[in-house]
T-cell receptor
Framework: DAGITQSPRHKVTETGTPVTLRCHQT?????MYWYRQDPGHGLRLIHYSYGVKDTDKGEVSDGYSVSRSKTEDFLLTLESATSSQTSVYFCAISDMGRTNTEAFFGQGTRLTVV | AQKITQTQPGMFVQEKEAVTLDCTYDTSDQSYGLFWYKQPSSGEMIFLIY??????QNATEGRYSLNFQKARKSANLVISASQLGDSAMYFC??????????FGKGTMLLVSP
């Protein structure tokens, strides 16, 4: 299994509070991603990183920011959490350039905003 | 914009039978990749199979094969000899730049004894 750790695994927070989710990898993969999963929507890309300090927006980036100061860590921040951000968040990594370039996913973080 | 369509919200199959999960994609890219992932009730995302747009043969991985019809823009997953452990949600996804993925909404597969 790819070495990806998401923390926390579960979190309940109040509307308006800041929240940071962490993704840590031990695979030295260059590319990292944050997706959210909601019923009826599959997984949707929030932000991704193609190198240290290199990030870009995905399909559903509003209300989220990211940072990557080291290869192994990719942080997702909700500056002011809203109920619409209640979701399951998945981090993924990829080693683009290999044969299949498949993304490996973390275990997910279930975030509830009340 | 990339789009993945999975028209089957749920599928039922008996153990040991084969099942096909449908996926159509919409892309204007000449080079692209298609993936299938499995998500069991425990929640993790498990990579199953990959098909590149220039691959001449359909991809196979054990009991999984991908029926790739480029002209029809379809990439259906075929699971042969279904097992109880195959009960899960299955997602088709299209790869874009930097290996970002656009997912379909998924198909829930239930395998009965």
């Amino acid at each position: 299994d790819a070495g990806i750790t998401q923390s926390p695994r579960h979190k309940v927070t109040e509307t308006g509070t800041p929240v940071t989710l962490r993704c840590h990898q031990t695979e030295n993969h260059r590319y990292m991603y944050w997706y959210r999963q909601d019923p009826g929507h599959g997984l949707r890309l929030i932000h991704y990183s193609y190198g240290v300090k290199d990030t870009d927006k995905g399909e559903v980036s509003d209300g989220y920011s990211v940072s990557r100061s080291k290869t192994e860590d990719f942080l997702l921040t909700l500056e002011s959490a809203t109920s619409s951000q209640t979701s399951v968040y998945f981090c993924a990594i990829s080693d683009m350039g290999r044969t299949n370039t498949e993304a490996f996913f973390g275990q997910g973080t279930r975030l509830t905003v009340v | 914009a990339q789009k993945i369509t999975q028209t089957q919200p749920g599928m039922f199959v008996q153990e040991k039978e084969a099942v096909t999960l449908d996926c159509t994609y919409d892309t204007s890219d000449q080079s692209y990749g298609l993936f299938w992932y499995k998500q069991p009730s425990s929640g993790e995302m498990i990579f199953l199979i990959y098909q590149g747009s220039y691959d001449e043969q359909n991809a196979t991985e054990g009991r999984y094969s991908l029926n790739f019809q480029k002209a029809r823009k379809s990439a259906n997953l075929v699971i042969s000899a279904s097992q109880l452990g195959d009960s899960a949600m299955y997602f088709c996804a299209n790869e874009k730049g930097y290996s970002t993925l656009t997912f379909g909404k998924g198909t829930m597969l239930l395998v009965s004894p």
